[in-house]
């Protein structure tokens, strides 16, 4: 298993700002994925983040909206822009194991949009 | 259709009693299967992974997968308060992208 921290763990922001969610991993990995769950919901994948290409970002989701940076096998950083209340929810790193598909996930980071 | 159906609860039980968790699916390309436990305010984490149809034993835990019907299950024996959570399951196939249901919540009371 990977050990993945994730920063900040909570936060309270407000109506139009911005907010960078950090992920670290304990060893090198391919990809690293980052999800959404929102109150009562289920986890939804945003993007997929690759080392050295643009992340993939799922149906429903903008590079606008929600940029991804991963500078190495390591880190990321999902940033939910422009905030509104809408965005309020669970955001969550996670990596996985390529020969199982087994997916490992961060502590998460709790957004509260006012 | 959802991909995955799971109902949400919660599931309320006593202790001691023996749980049963279950998921329908509806893209028969899925090929693993995995149920994932998530306490309140934490990550969620991998409880159980299948590969084939049939059971799988862990401790307690038992989980069982009919691809005929596309119908998943986490039985629970003996469980225990420590076992509240939401359990969520998991379905993948051939790509890297795993699909979790909405979860459901179990409270064991004492």
């Known amino acids: 298993s990977a050990v993945i921290s994730q920063k900040p763990s909570r936060d309270i922001c407000q109506r139009g700002t911005s907010l960078t969610i950090q992920c670290q991993v304990d060893?090198?990995?391919?990809?690293m994925f980052w999800y959404r769950q929102q109150p009562g919901q289920s986890l939804t994948l945003i993007a997929t983040?690759?080392?050295?290409?643009?992340?993939?970002?799922e149906s429903g989701f903008v590079i606008d909206k929600f940029p991804i940076s991963r500078p190495n096998l390591t880190f990321s950083t999902l940033t939910v822009s422009n905030m509104s209340p809408e965005d309020s929810s669970i955001y969550l790193c996670?990596?996985?194991?390529?020969?199982?598909?087994?997916?490992?996930f961060g502590e998460g980071s709790r957004l509260t949009v006012l | 259709q959802k991909e995955v159906e799971q109902d949400p609860g919660p599931l309320s039980v006593p202790e001691g009693a023996i749980v049963s968790l279950n998921c329908t699916y509806s893209n028969s390309a899925f090929q693993y299967f995995m149920w994932y436990r998530q306490y309140s305010r934490k990550g969620p984490e991998l409880l159980m992974y299948t590969y084939s149809s049939g059971n799988k034993e862990d401790g307690r835990f038992t989980a069982q997968v009919d691809k005929s019907s596309k119908y998943i299950s986490l039985f629970i024996r003996d469980s225990q308060p420590s076992d509240s959570a939401t359990y969520l399951c998991?379905?993948?196939?051939?790509?890297?992208?795993?699909?979790f249901g909405t979860g459901t919540r179990l409270q064991v009371f004492p």
């Open positions: 996670s990596v996985n194991r390529r020969d199982t598909g087994e997916l490992f």
């Open positions: 983040a690759n080392q050295g290409s643009e992340a993939t970002y």
């Open positions: 060893s090198q990995v391919t990809m």
């Open positions: 998991a379905p993948g196939g051939n790509t890297d992208k795993l699909i």
